[in-house]
Nanobody, 126 residues
C-alpha cells in the first residue's frame, strides 16, 4: 500500500511554468507505475503523463506533449511533473496515482490505478 501527497500547484500566468511533486510513503514506491491526471470543472479526469517503475518509459497525452515532463526519483519516493508553456486550458486539479502493475504496461485509464493523492490545484491566468 502507498499513500500519495501532491504539492507544487498554484496560480501562474500563461506561458509560465510549475513543477508538481508527488511524495509516496512506504518502502515499495519503486514497485509502482505512476501517473499524473487532471480534472477540470465539469470534465472527466484524464491522464496527463505516465511513467513506469524504473522511469525508463513514459507516455504523454497529446495535449501536453512537448510541454510537460514526468520523472521520478525512487531514492526519494517522489514523482515529478514539470509543466512549461502553460495555457489557461491546463487549469485543473492535478492528481498523482500509483498502480501495482507487474506486467510493465503503459496504464492510461483511471480504473487501472489503485492509489490516489488528494490533488493540487493549478490555475493558469490569461
Amino acid at each position: 500500500q502507498v499513500q500519495l501527497v501532491e504539492s507544487g500547484g498554484g496560480l501562474v500566468q500563461a506561458g509560465g511554468s510549475l513543477r508538481l511533486s508527488c511524495a509516496g510513503s512506504g518502502r515499495t514506491f519503486s514497485s509502482y507505475s505512476m501517473g499524473w491526471f487532471r480534472q477540470a470543472p465539469g470534465k472527466e479526469r484524464e491522464l496527463v503523463a505516465f511513467i513506469n517503475r524504473s522511469g525508463g518509459s513514459t507516455y504523454y497525452a497529446d495535449s501536453v506533449k512537448g510541454r510537460f515532463t514526468i520523472s521520478r526519483d525512487n531514492s526519494k519516493n517522489t514523482v515529478y511533473l514539470q509543466m512549461n508553456s502553460l495555457t489557461p486550458g491546463d487549469t485543473a486539479v492535478y492528481y498523482c496515482a500509483a498502480a501495482a502493475d507487474l506486467f510493465g504496461r503503459t496504464l492510461l485509464k483511471t480504473a487501472e490505478y489503485g492509489y490516489w493523492g488528494q490533488g493540487t490545484q493549478v490555475t493558469v491566468s490569461s
